[in-house]
T-cell receptor, first 113, second 111 residues
């Protein structure tokens, strides 16, 4: 099955801890994205990557970090510097860059205890 | 910043009725996309309409785009319970890489 997977589905973190959210795709897509969704709101872009070993900040990158060492993988680290990390995190990928249809993973719900 | 805004925020209809929601945006776009999100899940792409297109159909979905008014509408005909979801418009802005998503319209289809 081709698709995009995220793990874990639910994640609990204590204040002051860093956590890493996994995102993997086997669609052979070049571009990958991380979004944050808060209740009743749309998606806000955290980071995106158009190609391996390259990524750019989105609208709300502060307190987050990413890496893109492999085409299939785009992990997101939520650091202790992120003041309000409790949210639903969505990873997406697209075949091409700008304006292409994006394919989304099932999401990770992060809760800070 | 949020480029697209959906209206209404929420919509409740009877099964079999049509559902219409609108999206307004602020700056020139290359294309506009609509996505569906079931509760607690990822988004699913529904349809993409380019800036030089005025109307597009996909099954029970009809999308219109009016670039002079900077607005788009999504019509779901003969709604079903399975159409219960949140619907988002996303714009691909000229001279910007990102897709910009609105806050969504929550549609509830009553049996």
């Amino acid at each position: 099955d081709g698709g995009i997977t995220q793990s874990p589905k639910y994640l609990f973190r204590k204040e002051g801890q860093n956590v890493t959210l996994s995102c993997e795709q086997n669609l052979n897509h070049d571009a990958m994205y991380w979004y944050r969704q808060d209740p009743g709101q749309g998606l806000r872009l955290i980071y995106y990557s158009q190609i391996v070993n390259d990524f750019q900040k989105g609208d709300i990158a502060e307190g987050y970090s990413v890496s893109r060492e492999k085409k299939e993988s785009f992990p997101l680290t939520v650091t202790s510097a992120q003041k309000n990390p409790t949210a639903f995190y969505l990873c997406a990928s697209s075949l091409q860059g700008r304006g292409s249809e994006q394919f989304f993973g099932p999401g990770t719900r992060l809760t800070v205890l | 910043s949020q480029q697209g805004e959906e209206d209404p925020q929420a919509l409740s209809i009877q099964e079999g009725e049509n559902a219409t929601m609108n999206c307004s945006y602020k700056t020139s776009i290359n294309n506009l996309q609509w996505y569906r999100q079931n509760s607690g899940r990822g988004l699913v792409h529904l349809i993409l309409i380019r800036s030089n297109e005025r109307e597009k159909h996909s099954g029970r979905l009809r999308v219109t785009l009016d670039t002079s008014k900077k607005s788009s509408s999504l019509l779901i005909t003969a709604s079903r319970a399975a159409d219960t979801a949140s619907y988002f418009c996303a714009t691909d802005v000229v001279d910007d890489y990102k897709l910009s998503f609105g806050a969504g319209t929550t549609v509830t289809v009553r049996a």
